[in-house]
């Protein structure tokens, strides 16, 4: 499994301590940090954009995108076709969002999150699998196929 991971400036700190956290707790995913890489006042949708093309060429499996919200970012990856990003804030939503909808981006707002929440709802997401069956047909539906 490789997982990637970006932010804008509203995001940064939760990033740089995500990545902490997933090199400790997760090394075998190989994570990629996809930006940004300061604090500097910069454009949310070009970190999406980073992140969801990583995936949709396969050189990543997974991705987690980060902004003051996490609103802007799961707009803007909800955008392409094959994302589903899911924008999440405990951990029956992080969940499901796995189990019912088999997200492969994970949503995460800095400014509305606590840090430790954060870490559990990236773990709850990584260690749920998808349920398939009933779901199925409806991921086809997102994905247009």
């Known amino acids: 499994m490789r997982l990637c991971i970006g932010s804008d400036h509203g995001g940064f700190q939760f990033k740089t301590n995500i990545i902490l956290f997933l090199n400790q707790q997760y090394p075998k995913y190989g994570l990629k940090d996809m930006g940004t890489y300061t604090k500097e006042s910069c454009d949310y949708p070009d970190f999406a954009d980073a992140v969801v093309q990583d995936i949709l060429s396969k050189k990543s499996d997974l991705g987690i995108l ?3 919200t996490g609103i802007g970012m799961s707009i803007r990856a909800n955008r392409y076709q094959g994302i589903r990003a899911a924008l999440v804030h405990d951990l029956f939503t992080a969940e499901n969002a796995k189990k019912h909808n088999n997200a492969n981006i994970l949503c995460l707002g800095e400014r509305v999150l606590p840090q430790d929440l954060a870490f559990s ?25």
């Open 66 to 68: 980060i902004c003051g």
């Open 121 to 145: 709802l990236i773990s709850t997401w990584l260690n749920t699998p998808f349920e398939g069956g009933r779901h199925e047909k409806r991921i086809e539906k997102l994905d247009g196929a």
